[in-house]
């Protein structure tokens, strides 16, 4: 785990699906404090390699390392990787049976093993931080889309881990609210919070990314920094891409 | 026709019993649940054979009458173990009943949903136990909780049968009014009257406490 | 007749058997035959008549399955009429049956989208023909699954005409048991019985409700 080690790192990491395979060979360095987006078209395994990474999937050659060390091993060494990677969902996935602030509350007594008032003053703290603690005993189903996305990314703060992951955090969202979570999370980049973002939202890759990841077919087809990115992309399939999302 | 008067002289007996069937069923409905929510993993995530067993088990409990499994447990078991009282024999066997079908019922629940949760919960580092009791449980329950209620009044009913082990229920102090007043028609309506009025306190009961069970619940029907 | 060996217990229990599918039968056929009576009546009865259907199903229901048998067994005599144990068994067991029977066939009618009987209405066709040609044919493939599935509540629910002294196979059980002591197998013997007349039951049951699921 030397000081210098990137945050992230995936060497020629492969995942099938059955036959499928999702991932083929990726290989990626992402350093403390930096910003990733990763796009490209749906099925193209941008998913697939985030949710490897706190190993929800399990890759199957290739190694993923966080701060030099491997993430793969037995479930505690996994549930203690996990506790230091956040993650922030499409379908938020708030516990539908707590409040705002139980939600943000309970890994933190689990996992974190935070004394009950230590917790809730933390789980406050971020929840103001999304700008939602008027919010804080309300149930999920009582909030809107962009409100529960809030909340979810409160609860991955809480946690107060290493790196954030956000596996299309927008996408169903109405129109109308993804401005809202867009601007927590463009504030979370400023703070130098190191994020790895799947997304398709490129005007926030231009405002916060250090770098765009392309992938294409389970392989990373260009990384570039989003000036140079959205200047002239390398390859036919980013272009083609890009003309798709952009319209 | 009807006297009602002679089963009367005997209400403490009739009170008795009926405080014996509900302190059996309660105790076997809470054990039969912790158990089910065990079955209920087992048979969602757990390892090939032992859902298998679980299945098994179910499928056991689902196809045979209870008289026969509380014949089994009580004379068949009892004769190769140790000599167990009828009190213990008829727990066991409405516990093990209540269980299997509860586990159907919990199944049915955790089935459609619970994944996007479960995986928020792991990757928050909870371990399978923690994410399966704290996070995915409790919803899928509160989404079956009627069916398993009414599913426990009909063991409730059901449990009419442990008098034939000479558990002394509501049913057996029917059984010996009747020998003693010849009244054996009043006596059964007074009976069934006390099994209906008292699965209808289950149920009122629930009614009652369900809020404070699912306060997430409620809200949402405001 | 203490020389019962394992397979004398097993040709004892099996010539019971007959019994206990006999019952069955009487149980199935005749709750059908009530049920079918009244779920015309509750349909086609009006308002009053489909709440006292509601208030005997509640009533038969909330009853438990022994009592009602208990209640045939020293009830009808009070009638005059005599009674044996297959008659006070059949008489609970078909009250039973109906009053499930009743609650699903009358669901399963009123799941049959209210927009068919409009259109079928509107289309000038009387009352009783949209009932029998449109209404009916549909509610039929809802009711079958939950009609089939409960084939296997009645099947069990039979061994309580044990209690009353019918001589069916849970009834020959308890009587060898008390003649060979040997509970464990003759209670195995007689749960495996159960186990291969309701399996598959419900596993057709079973199939025939994610069949009907699917064509939905």
Request: aromatic letters at 10%; charged letters at 15%; hydrophobic letters at 50%.
């Amino acid at each position: 785990m030397s000081h210098n080690a990137p945050a992230i790192e995936f060497r020629k990491v492969c995942k099938w699906f059955g036959d499928f395979q999702a991932l083929a060979g990726v290989d990626l360095k992402i350093g403390k404090g930096e910003r990733v987006v990763i796009c490209g078209p749906s099925g193209s395994g941008k998913s697939t390699m985030v949710r490897c990474i706190n190993q929800l999937e399990q890759h199957q050659k290739g190694d993923i390392l966080l701060n030099g060390a491997t993430v793969t091993g037995n479930s505690a060494h996994v549930r203690s990787i996990r506790r230091r990677v956040g993650m922030v969902f499409q379908q938020f996935n708030l516990y539908p049976h707590m409040t705002a602030l139980q939600n943000c509350v309970i890994a933190q007594r689990l996992v974190a093993r935070r004394q009950r008032h230590e917790a809730e003053d933390i789980a406050r703290a971020y929840l103001e931080r999304v700008k939602i603690a008027d919010k804080a005993d309300r149930y999920p189903h009582q909030l809107s889309g962009g409100q529960q996305q809030r909340v979810a990314i409160a609860r991955a703060l809480c946690m107060q881990s290493e790196a954030i992951l956000f596996d299309e955090p927008t996408s169903a969202l109405d129109p109308e609210m993804i401005r809202e979570v867009l601007d927590v999370m463009v504030g979370l980049a400023q703070d130098g919070l190191t994020m790895v973002c799947v997304t398709h939202e490129m005007g926030f890759a231009r405002q916060v990314a250090d770098a765009v990841v392309f992938m294409d077919h389970g392989r990373i087809v260009e990384v570039a920094a989003p000036a140079e990115f959205f200047k002239e992309q390398k390859t036919q399939r980013a272009r083609d891409f890009l003309a798709q999302i952009l319209h | 026709m009807f006297n009602f008067r002679d089963v009367f002289a005997y209400s403490s007996l009739i009170l008795d019993g009926l405080a014996v069937s509900i302190v059996l069923c309660v105790i076997a409905g809470t054990l039969g649940f912790l158990l089910a929510i065990l079955c209920a993993a087992l048979k969602t995530t757990g390892p090939r054979p032992l859902s298998w067993i679980v299945t098994a088990y179910v499928e056991t409990i689902r196809n045979t009458p209870f008289i026969v499994q509380l014949f089994f447990i009580y004379f068949g078991v009892g004769s190769l173990s140790w000599r167990m009282s009828p009190v213990f024999a008829a727990t066991a066997a409405l516990t093990l009943n209540v269980a299997a079908y509860f586990t159907e019922i919990i199944r049915g629940g955790l089935a459609d949903g619970s994944r996007g949760v479960r995986e928020a919960a792991l990757s928050q580092g909870m371990t399978i136990v923690q994410t399966y009791l704290r996070i995915v449980l409790p919803p899928a329950i509160a989404k079956v909780d009627k069916t398993l209620v009414g599913q426990f009044v009909l063991v409730f009913l059901g449990s009419a049968v442990i008098s034939q082990i000479s558990v002394e229920d509501l049913t057996s102090a029917a059984q010996f009014i009747q020998t003693r007043t010849f009244r054996a028609f009043e006596t059964y309506i007074v009976v069934t009257v006390l099994y209906m009025a008292t699965g209808l306190v289950f149920s009122l009961l629930y009614a009652w406490l369900r809020p404070a069970l699912f306060p997430w619940v409620r809200d949402s029907r405001q | 007749m203490n020389q019962f060996t394992t397979f004398g217990i097993v040709e004892t229990i099996l010539s019971k058997l007959p019994w206990t599918l006999l019952l069955s039968l009487i149980a199935f056929v005749g709750g059908a035959f009530v049920a079918g009576l009244l779920t015309m009546f509750a349909i086609l009865g009006g308002k009053i008549a489909n709440v006292g259907v509601s208030v005997v199903i509640s009533t038969v229901q909330s009853t438990p399955l022994l009592m009602l048998m208990f209640l045939c067994f020293f009830g009808l005599p009070l009638f005059q009429i005599e009674v044996s144990p297959l008659l006070a068994a059949s008489a609970a067991l078909v009250a039973f049956t109906a009053a499930y029977l009743t609650e699903a066939w009358r669901s399963a009618l009123k799941a049959v989208h209210a927009g068919q009987w409009e259109a079928a209405l509107s289309s000038g066709m009387r009352h009783d023909h949209v009932l029998l040609a449109i209404i009916l044919p549909q509610a039929v493939r809802i009711a079958i699954p939950p009609t089939v599935g409960f084939l296997v509540q009645v099947v069990k629910a039979t061994s309580l005409a044990s209690i009353v002294g019918f001589m069916e196979i849970t009834r020959v059980g308890t009587v060898l048991n008390n003649i060979t002591f040997r509970p464990f197998l003759i209670f195995a013997i007689i749960g495996a019985l159960y186990m291969a007349l309701n399996l598959p039951i419900s596993l057709a049951a079973r199939h025939l409700e994610r069949r009907f699921n699917f064509n939905r």
